[in-house]
């Protein structure tokens, strides 16, 4: 049974950084791409970045560039997302995301089985 996991959302000031982990416990292979969304009270899920098993063609959305940096943790099961200079705009539930699919864009495409995690809470404060 595949596992997925976030933690560190938290209540920030604007400004502030913050960093979440995801764990992913249950797949057989290695070979699977990660990926951050995140949903804001009666928005749609939106994607924030992504990046393959190995480090490879990492995406940001426009209004990640230059403030989030997404990693692969020591634990190889683990990627990170951290977020700086935060704003009341990026208030949302963040959910992290894995499938088995040629590229991170793909993450939640159907036609590529998506693990989801329920989320953690990220609330900016002004």
């Known amino acids: 049974q595949v596992q997925v996991m976030e933690s560190g959302g938290d209540l920030v000031q604007a400004g502030g950084s913050l960093r979440l982990s995801c764990t992913v416990s249950g797949l057989t292979s290695s070979d699977y791409q990660m990926g951050w969304f995140r949903q804001a009270p009666g928005k749609e899920r939106v994607g924030v970045s992504c990046?393959?098993?190995?480090?490879?063609?990492?995406y940001y959305s426009n209004s990640a560039k230059g403030r989030f940096t997404m990693s692969i943790g020591s634990a190889k099961n683990t990627f990170h997302l951290q977020m700086q200079s935060l704003d009341i705009d990026d208030t949302a539930t963040y959910i992290c995301?894995?499938?088995?699919?040629?590229?991170?864009?793909?993450?939640?495409?159907?036609?590529?089985?998506?693990?989801w995690g329920q989320g953690t809470q990220v609330t900016v404060s002004s």
């Open positions: 995301a894995v499938a088995r699919a040629p590229n991170c864009r793909l993450i939640g495409n159907n036609g590529y089985t998506t693990y």
């Open positions: 990046i393959g098993r190995n480090g490879e063609d990492p």
